[in-house]
């Protein structure tokens, strides 16, 4: 077994680039599904939680999500769950969180894919990242197609001494909502043009 999946750790991690892979430390497991919620980006959405999750930040929001074999396993089933789900009119889009979305890229590839063959550029699609942007753009190539098909990207660690609880949709004054379509166009960091802090 992956010694991410046994070892506790207090501080928090730095991966080389390509050191981490979703091939290698993913369970295909999710540690929640939530249905039409308001707090995780713009607008209604569904949020799927990721199991797995190795930066090891202090003071993350959701430690349980950190261990590869919590939760339950993503399934066909779930998948057209949440399809059937983003189909309501009110419903803006997908989040994907955890967990770490770029180290359960198998899961999450295959429900952004579904969405973008059912529903087109009508549903958008934000994901959370313990990885910078800079830190993705030098990793594996899994990484960069999950990157490609999303709309809005939330990077990097949890820093709990940059800790603000008065920004949008972040945890940390580091952390960045970053417009990813302009960005790859513009091959630089753009940041989403509703941010307002
Ligand atoms: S990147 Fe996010 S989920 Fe991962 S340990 Fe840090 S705060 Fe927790």
């Given at each position: 077994m992956h010694p991410f999946l046994l070892e506790k750790r207090d501080e928090v991690r730095n991966p080389k680039p390509k050191e981490w892979t979703s091939k290698e430390l993913s369970q295909q497991k999710i540690a929640s599904y939530k249905p039409y919620n308001f707090v995780d980006g713009e607008g209604v959405r569904c949020s799927?939680?990721?199991?797995?999750?190795?930066?090891?930040?202090?003071?993350?929001?959701?430690?349980?999500?950190?261990?590869?074999?919590?939760?339950?396993?993503?399934?066909?089933?779930?998948?057209?769950?949440?399809?059937?789900?983003?189909?309501?009119?009110?419903?803006?889009?997908?989040?994907?969180?955890?967990?770490?979305?770029?180290?359960?890229?198998?899961?999450?590839?295959?429900?952004?894919?579904?969405?973008?063959?059912?529903?087109?550029?009508?549903?958008?699609?934000?994901?959370?990242?313990?990885?910078?942007?800079?830190?993705?753009?030098?990793?594996?190539?899994?990484?960069?197609e999950l990157l490609s098909k999303i709309d809005i990207l939330v990077d990097g660690r949890f820093d709990i001494k940059k800790k603000d609880l008065t920004l949008q949709f972040r945890g940390s004054s580091n952390q960045r909502i970053i417009d990813v379509q302009k960005s790859l166009k513009q091959g630089e960091v753009i940041l989403w043009d509703k941010l307002k802090k």
């Amino acid at each position: 077994m992956h010694p991410f999946l046994l070892e506790k750790r207090d501080e928090v991690r730095n991966p080389k680039p390509k050191e981490w892979t979703s091939k290698e430390l993913s369970q295909q497991k999710i540690a929640s599904y939530k249905p039409y919620n308001f707090v995780d980006g713009e607008g209604v959405r569904c949020s799927l939680y990721v199991s797995g999750c190795p930066f090891a930040c202090e003071g993350c929001y959701n430690v349980i999500a950190q261990n590869f074999n919590y939760g339950i396993p993503y399934t066909h089933e779930l998948e057209e769950q949440i399809l059937a789900d983003l189909s309501a009119s009110y419903c803006q889009g997908l989040t994907l969180l955890g967990g770490e979305p770029f180290l359960n890229t198998e899961v999450c590839l295959s429900l952004v894919n579904a969405i973008r063959q059912r529903f087109g550029a009508t549903k958008d699609i934000w994901s959370w990242s313990g990885y910078t942007w800079e830190e993705l753009m030098l990793d594996t190539q899994d990484k960069l197609e999950l990157l490609s098909k999303i709309d809005i990207l939330v990077d990097g660690r949890f820093d709990i001494k940059k800790k603000d609880l008065t920004l949008q949709f972040r945890g940390s004054s580091n952390q960045r909502i970053i417009d990813v379509q302009k960005s790859l166009k513009q091959g630089e960091v753009i940041l989403w043009d509703k941010l307002k802090k």
